[in-house]
């Protein structure tokens, strides 16, 4: 690998090193969560659907309402305790989808997805981790209101960490879905992909679900032999994002290349090509004589991008 390549300040990974003390062992305390919900410091995280409410400021946006005014927003869902930032509760509040949106003409409310409120730093970074909390918490109540078991109706317990089924006693939890996100390296090059889905001159890492009885590595490997025909060897772990679009947890890697030929799945890809190491860092920094890029800061494969960049990857 050549000499290592600066790219300057370093954006912090979304959603990660949240301030949040989740405090678990309180939720099975109905008093305790009525008395934290009843204290003044008391503040939730307002969700509808895929929308995130906050009181518009500058230079960035609130996103937290007292109970009582997060009450007065409209249809309410689900209330879920979050945790305690330094010693003030956190709630997450659910919205109905159609009540958030009707929040859209507000003048003094900023209401969007979460993707946007990142990318665009809407609000101040140490909001993300607990936004992404509970937009994934709330979200998995949406679509877990009935039994998997027996099909009745489940009642929410542990401050909005269970769900339980009156009629057979099954019990219910949020469960995260592990996705691997690797960069096959060979070399001076890199393997990047397009979704259909991207915007128009971003690339990324390749991606897919870890499948059951499935290794964080070998889902690596199936995943980059699948999508683009690329054989690998030895797999580095990164580092993880939690990645609540829906519920998922993103596990960064780097990946050895063993093969060359790229065949491209089109049901999964738009396209495969090789990157070498100086177009890498072009896109990181905006400046692709192409205007091709990558994810942006908040997104964990901008980091598995920048770290090979910058620093190499040694597979031995």
């Not at 490997?221 to 994002?241: M, N």
Request: aromatic content about 6%; glycine content about 8%; proline content about 7%.
């Amino acid at each position: 690998m050549s000499s290592r390549i600066d790219l300057g300040p370093k954006p912090r990974l979304g959603y990660t090193d949240s301030r949040l003390l989740r405090a678990a062992e309180l939720r099975r305390d109905g008093a305790s969560i009525a008395a934290l919900a009843a204290d003044p410091r008391a503040a939730c995280y307002v969700v509808g659907g895929e929308l995130i409410v906050l009181t518009k400021a500058e230079p960035a946006s609130n996103p937290l309402f007292s109970v009582s005014q997060a009450s007065t927003l409209g249809t309410p869902g689900e209330m879920i305790f979050l945790g305690l930032d330094d010693g003030a509760p956190r709630f997450g509040f659910g919205l109905a989808p159609q009540s958030a949106e009707a929040l859209k003409e507000r003048g003094d409310l900023v209401v969007t997805d979460l993707r946007s409120i990142a990318v665009q730093g809407l609000v101040e970074a140490d909001h993300l981790p607990p936004i992404a909390e509970a937009k994934a918490v709330l979200h998995w109540h949406t679509r877990h209101r009935f039994c998997a078991n027996c099909g009745a109706p489940t009642d929410v317990t542990d401050a909005g960490w269970r769900r339980d089924c009156p009629a057979c006693k099954a019990q219910h939890f949020p469960r995260t879905d592990p996705v691997v996100i690797m960069l096959a390296v060979d070399g001076d090059r890199c393997l990047l992909g397009r979704s259909p889905r991207f915007a128009p001159t971003m690339w990324s890492c390749l991606a897919g679900f870890v499948e059951p009885g499935e290794s964080m590595e070998d889902a690596v490997r199936r995943e980059t032999l699948e999508e683009a025909g690329i054989a690998c060897g030895r797999v580095r772990y990164f580092a993880t994002q939690p990645w609540p679009f829906p519920m998922s947890l993103m596990i960064g890697c780097h990946a050895q290349a063993l093969s060359r030929d790229i065949t491209v799945d089109r049901d999964e890809l738009e396209d495969a090509r090789w990157f070498s190491r100086d177009e890498a860092a072009q896109m990181l920094t905006r400046r692709h004589p192409d205007g091709l890029t990558t994810p942006p800061g908040v997104a964990i494969a901008y980091h598995i991008i920048r770290s090979w960049v910058e620093d190499g990857i040694e597979f031995d």
